[in-house]
């Protein structure tokens, strides 16, 4: 097997702020592997600043130690899953997991997709910029919590408003929010009928009694990620796990899609993106093909990126 590697450079053509910087560049790796018959995949591997613990600078001095791991016929399911299950691969960053599984897949792909739904689109803006939302859009995530209650409101009435009844609508919090003003907030946009809110609690001990209480399901993300709390994420009322195979791994995306099927209440997985560039959303929009429920990914952020400039290919391993 070999393996070459190259840094692609994205400018950000919209406002990008994560982990409290603003980007102006997004660059990735692209990982291609080549088997001994000729056939090879591109994977991608993209840490994000803020999100990742691991530095797109520090995978290339991984790539050897990880090429060992791998062997001409894990480009299939079972044998990816089988090689998830290594504790020498799960030692590896889950981006550079992502990338290279990615990379064995596309070599031959096996994953048994059917057509996912149009990725959900994001709004995280005011009352001035609701015009731009197109009034053909099936569904919206809006990004709460930002504002004061009664601006909120008026944001969530108007969105719905203009895209209709029919439309789905996700709200997330990102943790913004104590016990009481969770409640205070679902009771307020309540009329609106969203779907579920991402992340509402600031405190996520306080979840169970937030299900109970609101009445409105919830969706989890970085929560799914804190082994203290994965009792959390079988609750009544759990209606999604975000799942980010950035962070998973293929193998650890696939591993969830399993619980997910095997818990009690069944959420939906909804499959998001962690601004990766063109390669690594083909991988998730397979992946979103046979998640769960096939709910509509969160893989609208191809718009924050222009095109890429990929620089020359490293080969490691001949």
């Known amino acids: 097997m070999k393996l070459a590697w190259r840094h692609v450079r994205l400018p950000v053509v919209l406002p990008l702020r994560v982990g409290g910087v603003t980007l102006s560049e997004r660059v990735v790796m692209e990982l291609r592997l080549t088997g001994a018959d ?12 803020g999100l990742h613990a691991e530095r797109l600078e520090e995978l290339p001095d991984l790539l050897p130690a990880a090429l060992s791991l791998i062997t001409d016929d894990q480009d299939s399911l079972d044998p990816l899953r089988s090689l998830n299950a290594r504790a020498d691969w799960r030692a590896l960053p889950p981006s550079l997991r992502c990338g290279l599984e990615g990379a064995l897949l596309a070599r031959s792909p096996s994953l048994p997709v059917g057509t996912p739904p149009a990725s959900s689109e994001l709004f995280d803006g005011e009352l001035r910029d ?4 197109s009034t053909g859009t099936d569904c919206l995530k809006v990004k709460v919590g930002r504002r004061d209650l009664t601006e909120e409101v008026a944001v969530l009435q108007r969105l719905r408003t203009r895209l209709g009844n029919a439309a789905e609508i996700r709200l997330d919090a990102n943790r913004a929010f104590t016990l009481d003003e969770a409640l205070a907030f679902a009771a307020a946009v309540r009329e609106v009928n969203p779907i579920w809110i991402e992340e509402p609690l600031r405190d996520v001990t306080a979840m169970p009694e937030f299900l109970v209480r609101s009445g409105l399901p919830v969706a989890l993300d970085e929560t799914l990620h804190e082994s203290e709390h994965t009792n959390l994420a079988s609750l009544a009322g759990v209606a999604a ?4 195979p950035a962070l998973l791994g293929v193998g650890g995306t696939l591993d969830a899609f399993a619980h997910a099927t095997a818990s009690p209440y069944r959420p939906c997985c909804v499959v998001s993106s962690s601004f990766e560039g063109p390669c690594g959303l083909e991988l998730l929009g397979a992946l979103a093909g046979c998640a769960p429920g096939l709910p509509a990914p969160g893989l609208g952020t191809a718009r924050w990126l222009g095109d890429g400039q990929p620089e020359p290919w490293v080969v490691i391993g001949g």
């Open 130 to 133: 609701i015009t731009a939302i």
């Open 38 to 49: 000729g056939q090879f995949g591109i994977g991608e591997a993209a840490p994000l600043p």
């Open 241 to 244: 796990w975000v799942l980010k």
